[in-house]
């Protein structure tokens, strides 16, 4: 009889204390040295430097030779790209986001669900426009004040996502909702128009209007959105112009993924 352990246990802890440099201990700085990093650890500093000096062996990090501080380097990124290119969504996106921007003369991007926020994964900014909002391609954006982040509260079955929303909510901007009960509201709204708008709620000044996409098992895979200068996009545009374009682009990119209503 073979006994199966739990994958738990089968964890190489130098491996684990690797990947806890790369996850946690750059996510909140651009730069680190081995003191602190040690501290954060809690190792000693020769196996921190053991660590350091294979992850810059291979790419993942590099030394800043100003202050003898590392920080993430190039190989994330291209580890990430890769794995952007690998997800089918953003090879049928691309066509249709490029499309999408060209009409609406607005910046365009796709978002995904991970974790606590909206990622976007792929971004398409108008050529004509000197004024534009420039997509932040692989930043977490807030669930709850972001037109793609509520798109997946409102259209996502996971309903741990929204019960696990707080009684009061993070504010960024004067127009930003910070009552649950209120964005539960507006979710409800939300899934019965079909698309979310964030004018000025998560940054002032910057409007957009997102959309959901769907695959062939009718699974929220993603978020298909339009963002501008909140004085290129008021409410009246949105609601005539913009949704319906963004709707019709949602549509036809999930079908694209095998969804069929």
Known sequence: MVVRREKANYVIQSVAHA??????????????????????LKLHKNNVFRLLATLEARGYIEQNKA????RLG?????????????????????????????????SAFVAV????????????????RAVRVTSPVGLALPLHCTATGKIHLAFDTDEQMRSSLAETLPRFTERTIVERSALLAQLESIAQKGYATDIG??????????????????TVVGSLAVVGPAYRLPEERIATELAPLVMEAGRELSQRLGYNQ
């Open 74 to 106: 190039i190989k994330c990124l291209h580890l990430g790209r890769r794995y952007i290119e690998q997800m089918g969504l953003v090879r049928q996106a691309r066509p249709i986001l490029n499309d999408l921007s060209h009409r609406c003369r607005e």
């Open 113 to 128: 669900h991970r974790r606590d926020g909206a990622i976007p994964i792929e971004a398409v900014d108008p050529e004509e």
């Open 201 to 218: 709620e998560y940054l002032d000044e910057v409007a957009s209007v997102a959309v959901p996409i769907r695959d062939y098992t009718r």
């Open 19 to 40: 990947l806890d440099v790369l996850e946690q201990y750059f996510g909140d700085v651009d730069e680190l040295g081995v003191t602190e990093l040690s501290k954060r």
């Open 67 to 70: 202050t003898e501080n590392y």
